[in-house]
T-cell receptor, first 112, second 112 residues
């Protein structure tokens, strides 16, 4: 989707290192989703953020939605091989609120 | 079994043929979606539906047709398949906005 920009598009990190993935919109986000996809498989829900400044954590993954609700970051602490995969942010569309659109994804590789 | 299932999981078809991908969910979720996933593009929304008999176009609807006569089913038809429609297709559903969206396992379609 042109409406959601993820950065970086790909990321290679050493096992044990921290990393951050960003998701940016030019418009206010009404609900921001983070999903993870292992190569060749379906999508796994990580978390959803709604309120400006909201932060949620699941195991070693933390996601935050900024106060303006136009940017979200996903932070992984002490990365492990199990974190490898494609991370996708999604949000409800602006032209029709019901639709759910996604960014282009960030491909994360963890080197041992 | 409860969940969202896609069929077939793999399909090879010839250019010009009509092919239908099936999606079935057991939760009676109102909203259902079809996406295609191609390298470098993340998930792109093809069509979505807010309820039975209500469908709308997404980002890349050309060459696809959908119907939703029953809440639990949302088939996607390629009326005359082209090589550019070779992709992995995902179906998803959710109960309401800002609730978790559940994804099927995907259908890998190859058009030769």
């Amino acid at each position: 989707s042109q409406e959601l920009e993820q950065s970086p598009q790909s990321l290679i990190v050493q096992e044990g290192k921290n990393l951050t993935i960003n998701c940016t919109s030019s418009k206010t986000l009404y609900g921001l989703y983070w999903y993870k996809q292992k190569y060749g498989e379906g999508l796994i829900f990580l978390m959803m953020l709604q309120k400006g400044g909201e932060e949620k954590s699941h195991e070693k993954i933390t996601a935050k939605l900024d106060e303006k609700k136009q940017q979200s970051s996903l932070h992984i602490t002490a990365s492990q091989p199990s974190h490898a995969g494609i991370y996708l942010c999604g949000a409800h569309g602006w032209g029709g609120a019901q639709k759910l659109v996604f960014g282009q994804g960030t491909r994360l590789t963890i080197n041992p | 079994d409860a969940g969202i299932t896609q069929s077939p999981r793999y399909k090879i078809t010839e250019t010009g043929r009509q092919v239908t991908l099936m999606c079935h969910q057991t939760w009676s979720h109102s909203y259902m979606f079809w996406y295609r996933q191609d390298l470098g593009h993340g998930l792109r929304l093809i069509y979505y539906s807010a309820a039975a008999d209500i469908t709308d176009k997404g980002e890349v609807p050309d060459g696809y047709v959908v119907s939703r006569s029953k809440t639990e089913n949302f088939p996607l038809t390629l009326e005359s398949a082209t090589r550019s429609q070779t992709s992995v297709y995902f179906c998803a559903s959710y109960k309401a906005m800002n609730t978790e969206a559940f994804f099927g396992q995907g259908t890998r379609l190859t058009v030769v």
